[in-house]
């Protein structure tokens, strides 16, 4: 990811005023607090998601270890990167040198091609899970594997980062000279260019096309699958299972929305000056005031995630409240049909037919009899969750199971 260039000190060359010294722009004063805001957010937004991943084995299903690597992304963003960076609008040249000026660098490349491939890789599981739910409890591993080769690609691509990234020193009027961190060297003259170009493929147009791929066929199963159900499950609990099997896919798609409009006016500037023969010229205050906000935005995409998350999903609201405001919710302990009483965390797009009766207040019992990528019943399953996700399967071929919970769910 392209941060720094020549760009703003050529603006401040050809304007009519000539250079304007950093005491006198609102950026100075403006840059450092939002990078503040999104410094603490960062850290303990994407923090506790860590801490829940690791502390909770019932969290660690297959969205959620997607979800725990992106989190260590945006943390190495914000720890390595934004601390740094933040003094680009504040301070006239670069001041940690070019060894930090490297690993800056890397560390924003590293935590984009983390970010989108996760994205990506996300948005195929939610659509596998829709065709062959049970998939999962086969391939329990698989979304370890993908995440580490994910982290090996976004290192590959970073190398040129990491070999190239140099501070440069530009001269701009009485002999003053400026230094500024560019990962693209000053003698290549089509370097920047390609790369420019080859970044925004690779790290957004390109992702951004298989992700709206993915969610095409998705949206088509679940059309598909809702006229299959049969019509005794159209309405209560069917309609409830399925409304919970597809909050896990909207929440991954409002992190597709947030990484499209973060990095979009990124991407778009970076390609028009690096592409078009006379943006320097054209370079003018309103493309400078644009630049800003896209520097913002690249890196406000780091904090984002974990909000969204808390907002959507109600599991995850628990254990943000539990360890950022001491709050230790527990489930009610009596039967209901609210989607945020039920197992979030549980993600097989398998059943439609749901009863909930808690035995304690830590405690709900998801039982299960149809498939929604075949119309053939199943065998009832009977899972159990808790609060810290930790889920008992059993499988049961009795059709009397079911009014068993039910008689309960009412005596209690």
Not at 340 to 361: G, L, M, V, W, Y
Not at 390 to 397: A, C, L, N, Y
Request: charged share 15%; with cysteine; hydrophobic share 40%.
């Amino acid at each position: 990811m392209h941060t720094y260039n020549s760009t703003d000190l050529e603006h401040d060359n050809s304007s009519e005023g000539g250079y304007t010294p950093y005491s006198d722009r609102i950026e100075t004063y403006l840059v450092p607090v939002i990078f503040a805001i999104i410094f603490i957010v960062g850290v303990l937004g994407n923090g506790t998601l860590v801490i829940v991943y690791v502390r909770h084995r019932g969290m660690r299903n297959a969205p959620n270890t997607y979800i725990f690597s992106l989190a260590l992304a945006d943390l190495l963003v914000i720890l390595i990167c934004v601390p740094f960076v933040s003094v680009i609008y504040t301070l006239e040249s670069w001041p940690w040198g070019e060894a930090i000026c490297r690993i800056s660098e890397t560390g924003k490349d590293i935590s984009i091609g983390v970010s989108v491939f996760t994205l990506t890789a996300l948005s195929a599981e939610r659509y596998c899970a829709i065709v062959n739910p049970f998939r999962k409890l086969q391939l329990r591993k698989l979304p370890l594997v993908c995440a580490t080769i994910i982290w090996a690609a976004a290192l590959i691509f970073a190398a040129p980062a990491a070999f190239f990234s140099s501070t440069i020193y530009h001269e701009i009027e009485n002999n003053y000279t400026i230094i500024y961190c560019s990962p693209y060297p000053e003698t290549w003259d089509n370097y920047a260019k390609w790369m420019t170009l080859t970044k925004a493929i690779v790290y957004y147009a390109l992702p951004l096309l298989v992700i709206a791929f993915f969610y095409s066929l998705m949206a088509q199963r679940l059309l598909a699958s809702t006229k299959e159900m049969p019509g005794a499950l159209h309405g209560g609990q069917g309609e409830a299972q399925a409304k919970a099997r597809k909050s896990v896919a909207c929440m991954v798609l409002i992190f597709v929305i947030v990484f499209f409009i973060c990095f979009l006016p990124y991407h778009a500037l970076e390609v028009w000056y690096y592409m078009s023969p006379t943006a320097q010229s054209d370079y003018n205050d309103f493309t400078h005031a644009l630049r800003i906000i896209a520097f913002c935005l690249s890196f406000l995409n780091s904090c984002v995630n974990p909000v969204a998350l808390y907002c959507v999903s109600g599991v995850f609201r628990q254990h943000f409240n539990r360890y950022l405001c001491c709050q230790r919710s527990a489930l009610h302990p009596t039967c209901s049909s609210r989607l945020s009483r039920t197992a979030i965390c549980e993600t097989s797009f398998r059943s439609t037919q749901r009863h909930r009766c808690n035995r304690n207040p830590t405690e709900s019992i998801v039982i299960s009899n149809y498939d929604y990528a075949n119309t053939k019943k199943k065998n009832n399953i009977i899972s159990r969750n808790s609060t810290d996700g930790v889920t008992i399967m059993t499988v049961r071929d009795s059709n009397d199971f079911m009014n068993d919970v039910n008689e309960k769910c009412i005596e209690r």
